[in-house]
């Protein structure tokens, strides 16, 4: 079977070992197409050619780059009518143009689309975006990346063919542990993502204030609340944005990597892939109860209610007096992560769902 591939996000190179996985499958030819180039939160992330055996990476122009609802790529029909693929895996949400302007083209070229959803919170859009969702879930299948997007997209109006597998995984040979850790006298409590308000960094503060002297915060990340730390008298080590490829090498200085995002009627955690990347290092996890988080970490952490700065604290202190715990904890991280979240796991989920789509009427 021929796969069309449309994603921006596999311009990062580490998420292109999922896509290596997939080719490995005798019976894919694939074919993954990503723009030159993508704008976000004001950085332009380029195309880095990581890993690339087995199927074809081509760039596309695109217009309106860094706007998510906006953008579409004014040469896709030339490249599906080139490649002339059997499926169209589209890794967008059902409701922007991209979305609705690849369905349309797979529609008219008698091509199965598959769309992808992350989106875990039941929105309506205004026009045009509700009619481009409208007609997506009509005319395509979808992979959705939790349970939670796959009942939004059934309560929608949703009827066909319908996957549940996260986007990307990880590679468990990069996000590994080390065999001698370098010992802190304090406690190395790590976050990485935007340090912002519904990312739990007030939280993550309060709790760190409780905890008091033996513990030290190390940031990778940036945001609006970055001074908070220091105003409330704490002397975070700030990392700044950290690439893909350096952070297994961060992870490893930690002793746990800490989520405590909170929800809000508009936003809750889709994923959280920094909790797999630091399982699979063999890093204990502490995540909020905020949207997927729970389901994504499992038996390899300790879950605390979303807003709750003593139950983090507590549980921050467990883990630094309990190495049975946390040796407990690295190994359930790395059994789950080569179960459910490694590359190679989400790859042979894929393929099998567009096995089954291959047995199915155009």
């Known amino acids: 079977m021929k796969v069309l ?8 190179g580490p998420y292109q070992k999922k896509l290596e996985e997939i080719a490995r ?3 894919v030819e694939m074919l993954v197409l990503v723009p030159e180039s993508w704008k976000t939160d004001g950085r332009e992330q380029k195309l880095e050619r990581q890993h690339t055996n087995g199927y074809e990476l081509n760039t596309s122009r695109i217009i309106m780059n860094g706007h998510f609802h906006l953008h579409f790529y004014p040469w896709l029909g030339q490249v599906i009518r080139r490649f002339r693929p059997d499926i169209f895996h589209i890794d967008e949400e059902p409701y922007n143009i991209a979305a609705g302007q690849a369905v349309a083209l797979a529609k008219r070229h008698n091509v199965r689309p598959v769309f992808f959803t992350w989106q875990n919170l039941n929105q309506r859009y205004p026009p ?3 009619w481009i969702e409208r007609y997506c879930l009509k005319h395509s299948h979808a992979i959705a990346g939790s349970d939670a997007a796959g009942q939004v997209l059934q309560s929608h109006g949703f009827k066909n063919t319908l996957g549940i597998i996260p986007q990307f995984g990880v590679d468990p040979e990069i996000f590994c542990p080390i ?34 002297p033996g513990f030290t915060v190390r940031i990778a990340g940036d945001g609006p609340l970055i001074s908070e730390f220091t105003k409330n008298g704490l002397q975070p080590e700030l990392l700044g944005h950290i690439t893909a490829d350096k952070m297994p090498e961060y992870l490893r ?11 809000s009627p508009r936003w809750r955690e889709q994923f959280g892939r920094v909790l797999v990347e630091a399982m699979s290092c063999g890093i204990p996890v502490i995540g909020s109860n905020s949207g997927e ?25 467990s883990l630094k007096n309990d190495e049975k715990l ?12 080569a179960d459910k979240f490694s590359h190679r796991s989400i790859a042979l989920q894929t393929v099998r769902f567009y096995r089954r789509l291959m047995l199915q009427n155009r």
């Open 25 to 27: 499958f005798s019976d």
């Open 326 to 337: 946390v040796n407990a904890f690295a190994e359930a991280g790395r059994n789950r992560v």
């Open 5 to 12: 591939m449309l994603s921006k996000a596999c311009l990062i």
């Open 293 to 317: 988080i729970p389901n994504v970490v499992g038996d390899a952490g300790l879950i605390t209610q979303a807003g709750d700065y003593k139950q983090l604290a507590t549980a921050l202190k």
């Open 179 to 212: 065999d001698v850790k370098s010992k802190s006298e304090d406690f190395v409590v790590g976050f990485a993502g935007r340090v912002t308000r519904q990312k739990g960094i007030r939280v993550l503060i309060e709790a760190l204030k409780i905890c008091g």
């Open 253 to 263: 200085t930690l002793d746990a990597l800490v989520l405590p995002s909170i929800p």
């Open 128 to 130: 045009p975006f509700s």
